[in-house]
Every structure is written in structure tokens, then in C-alpha cells.
């Protein structure tokens, strides 16, 4: 499984459709400060069910929508669109390649979409499950925290390790049965 490609539109500051295609490997995003690198690590995040602001770097779940410049004014509909290269079958799918997307507007409305079709947020978890892919793994690491791993605690460290190991997911399944 890997990211093939990934499409913002009036995301954070691309106000236009922007796409990205990626090939199996090392992919490096290269730019000045202030062009938007850390908004594409943020949309892969947010595409993938992100639902705490802060995560994104904003005060508010809004601030991922573009809020204009002197150039053009805001947009009011956020999108981004996630391809995942599926042909190992890593992913619980009968598909060589899973759409993810989501949608927001500015009265807050939020939507999926897997491969096309209206999806809710649990759907795109379920999926993504046992992948190590998602929010609350570590497959996105932002520039402070790598630094608050190095200095956990051994009892948080321990965390890290159990969901690298496989061993978390199962832990949030109990859990989950448990609430209910
Ligand atoms: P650095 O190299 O400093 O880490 P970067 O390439 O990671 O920079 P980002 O943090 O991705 O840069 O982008 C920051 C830019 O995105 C800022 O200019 C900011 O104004 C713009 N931006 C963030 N949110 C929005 C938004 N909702 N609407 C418009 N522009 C936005
Ligand atoms: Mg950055």
C-alpha cells in the first residue's frame, strides 16, 4: 500500500485544485517557508478523519478552509481527495485503489466519500484499521513531535511500541466493546 496521489481544493492555502501524484518510495516535498508543506501533511491528516483542530495547526476546525487572500476571496467548502494504492490488498477493500475524500463547508457540515460513495467518518477508520495508516497512529509525525517522543515517559513510549506492534488496535477494539 502506498499514497498515490493526493488532490486539495480550498484547502488551508490551496485556494485552486492542486494535485499530487506520488510513486512507491521516498517522496520529499521541497518549497520556502510558507508554501504549504506542512498543509499537505495536514490534508493527508484531516482527509483521514482528523477531527481535533490543533493536530492541524489551527484554533478551529474552519481554519482548514481557504480564507482568502488580497488576491482572491475565501472559498467555503474545504476538499481534499487521498488515493491509496491497494494491489497488495493491505487494505480491507476488493479494490486496487481506495478513494478517501472529505468535504467540509463553513457551517461546519462535514462529509466522506470512499471510491465516490457518501461514507461516514467510521468507515474510513474501519478501513484504515490495521493499516497503520490513520489519526492516532504514528504514520504522521510533525516537526514537535518527534521531540516529545524522545523525551516521553516510558509508560507513553510503551504506547508507541504496542501500536507499532499490533498490539494497540486490539486494545481500542476491547475498549470499544466494552463502552457498549
Ligand atoms: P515551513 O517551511 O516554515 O515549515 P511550510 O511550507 O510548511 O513552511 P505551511 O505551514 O504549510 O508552510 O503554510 C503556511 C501558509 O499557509 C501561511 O502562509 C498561511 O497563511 C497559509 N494558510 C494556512 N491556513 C490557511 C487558510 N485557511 N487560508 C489561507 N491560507 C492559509
Ligand atoms: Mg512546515
Known amino acids: 500500500?502506498?499514497?498515490k496521489s493526493l488532490?486539495?481544493?480550498g484547502f488551508k492555502s490551496f485556494a485552486d485544485r492542486s494535485?499530487?501524484?506520488m510513486e512507491p518510495g521516498i517522496t520529499a516535498i521541497v518549497g520556502p517557508n510558507g508554501s504549504g508543506k506542512s498543509n499537505i501533511s495536514d490534508a493527508v491528516l484531516w482527509v483521514l478523519g482528523e477531527?481535533?483542530?490543533k493536530h492541524l495547526r489551527g484554533a478551529s476546525m474552519e481554519d482548514v478552509i481557504f480564507a482568502g487572500s488580497s488576491a482572491r476571496k475565501a472559498t467555503g467548502l474545504a476538499e481534499v481527495e487521498l488515493v491509496l494504492?491497494?494491489?497488495d490488498g493491505k487494505l480491507p477493500v476488493e479494490f486496487d485503489e481506495v478513494s478517501i475524500a472529505r468535504r467540509m463547508y463553513r457551517t461546519g457540515e462535514s462529509e466522506y466519500l470512499i471510491n465516490g460513495s457518501l461514507a461516514r467518518r467510521m468507515d474510513v477508520l474501519d478501513i484504515l484499521h490495521d493499516s497503520g495508516l490513520g489519526t492516532g497512529t504514528h504514520s504522521i509525525i510533525s516537526q514537535g513531535s518527534l521531540d516529545s517522543i524522545l523525551q516521553?515517559?516510558?509508560e507513553d513510549?510503551?504506547?508507541l511500541i504496542e501500536e507499532a506492534a499490533g498490539v494497540l488496535k486490539h486494545k481500542q477494539r476491547k475498549a470499544k466493546s466494552e463502552r457498549k
Open 157 to 159: 513510549r510503551r504506547a
Open 85 to 87: 494504492d491497494n494491489s
Open 51 to 53: 477531527r481535533n483542530a
Open 7 to 9: 488532490v486539495l481544493k
Open 1 to 3: 500500500m502506498y499514497l
Open 19 to 21: 494535485a499530487l501524484s
Open 152 to 154: 516521553s515517559k516510558p
